[in-house]
Nanobody, 125 residues
Framework: QVQLVESGGGSVQAGGSLRLSCAVS????????MGWFRQAPGKEREFVAA????????RHADSVKGRFTISRDNAKNTVYLQMNSLKPEDTAVYCC??????????????????WGQGTQVTVSS
């Protein structure tokens, strides 16, 4: 059974940084495309970033480009989301997800088979 566990969320002031981690167990991590999504209160879940199996290809939502960076360490079965220059509108629950089928990272949440429970990120002004 594949399990994803996020960590690293918290409260930070605008302009600050956080690094989220997502540890994956129970599967072949190096064969999964990985993604980060977020959901703010009263809003739909939205794509944040995704990365390919080997980490060579990544995609980021326009709203986070230049501020957030997705990366992975296949030796540690972990994917990361480095978040810099945080804004109050980044406040949300952040979830990681695993895609076991596609080589190219996908922004479509329906492509992801496994999901973590999420970690709260709160950015105050």
């Amino acid at each position: 059974q594949v399990q994803l566990v996020e960590s690293g969320g918290g409260s930070v002031q605008a302009g600050g940084s956080l690094r989220l981690s997502c540890a994956v167990s129970g599967g072949t991590f190096s064969m999964y495309g990985m993604g980060w999504f977020r959901q703010a209160p009263g809003k739909e879940r939205e794509f944040v970033a995704a990365i390919s199996w080997g980490g060579r290809t990544s995609r980021h939502a326009d709203s986070v480009k230049g501020r957030f960076t997705i990366s992975r360490d296949n030796a540690k079965n972990t994917v990361y989301l480095q978040m810099n220059s945080l804004k109050p509108e980044d406040t949300a629950v952040y979830c990681c997800a695993a895609d076991r089928r596609r080589v190219i990272p996908t922004i479509d949440e329906s492509d992801y088979a496994y999901w973590g429970q999420g970690t709260q990120v709160t950015v105050s002004s």
